[in-house]
């Protein structure tokens, strides 16, 4: 654990390494050490960068086609979700955060050692190859996971048919978990970090971008400057993928990227709808 006392001198030796992420992590640690430090500090972070990704979303879902700009992108132009099934959403998202996952935490608090926060940040090279580690072996683990799920008649019933409540998904409905599901997902991102050996603030990187990964999936809108058509080659799925996912539960099972789908042939490419005119 890190020992406030001997920050101030940590932190004129930190800067002598020359890390750009170095005055960033000596903030941190020197004016938020309680917040950063606190084991409920991932789960705040995981539940704001949920909400606030998907915020933007859930308006341009309530506005629909007043917004013309935006409603030309979209995927199923003919299904927009109403206030009750994005409210729905939400609050599967807020109960399962207050009955399973804050509970969780508090007991793992008498069973695990405190977090301990290192005095170096990593470098910005560390950030991207171990993050972008972590989301390949996590999107390895949710496809084999995802896969099972869908031919097991009574594990997609039990476990993952809610996620499957609505064929237009929205970026609420990111979170619409089952505690099951819930608990893999949960299980993976804690510990895939930890055998990778992450730095904590790569972690952190990780899990927002991962997040803010799942929300576009989720948004409904096959948006141009979408990170499914900024990163060359098709490598991420995006949003178009995982919307032919619920029109067609039977393909595109990985969370981020694409290249299981196309090496396992359960690829699918997308099929825009368009709303008729009479």
Not at 67 to 94: C, N
Not at 136 to 160: A, M, S
Not at 242 to 268: C, E, L
């Amino acid at each position: 654990m890190v020992n406030i006392s001997e920050l101030p001198l940590q932190l004129l030796t930190s800067r002598s390494e020359d890390r750009l992420l170095q005055p960033l992590w000596d903030y941190l640690l020197f004016h938020h050490l309680p917040l950063v430090s606190s084991p409920f500090f991932p789960v705040l972070l995981a539940f704001s960068t949920y909400f606030f990704c998907s915020l933007p979303f859930a308006a341009l879902d309530f506005f629909g086609d007043r917004v013309i700009l935006f409603h030309q992108y979209k995927i199923q132009p003919d299904r927009y979700p109403t206030l009750g099934a994005m409210a729905k959403s939400f609050m599967v998202a807020v109960y399962n955060h207050m009955v399973f996952v804050i509970p969780a935490v508090t007991m793992s608090m008498f069973i695990l050692p405190p977090p301990v926060l290192p005095h170096n940040a990593p470098t910005v090279y560390e950030v991207f190859i171990d993050g972008l580690s972590v989301l390949l072996v996590f999107d390895t683990q949710y496809y084999i996971w995802h896969v099972v799920h869908h031919k097991h008649p009574q594990l997609y019933r039990w476990v993952h048919a809610i996620h499957h409540e609505y064929i237009a998904p929205f970026s609420w409905s990111t979170e619409q978990l089952s505690i099951p599901e819930l608990m893999t997902v949960g299980f993976w991102s804690n510990l895939d970090p930890i055998l990778l050996k992450c730095h904590p603030f790569t972690t952190w990187c990780v899990t927002v971008f991962s997040l803010w990964l799942s929300v576009e999936d989720h948004i409904g809108y096959d948006l141009p400057w979408s990170l499914s058509h900024l990163v060359p080659f098709g490598l991420l799925g995006g949003a178009p993928a995982h919307d032919m996912h619920h029109q067609k539960p039977n393909s595109n099972y990985a969370p981020f990227f694409s290249h299981w789908d196309r090496i396992f042939g359960t690829a699918v490419l997308l099929e825009k709808k368009t709303v008729k005119k009479i």
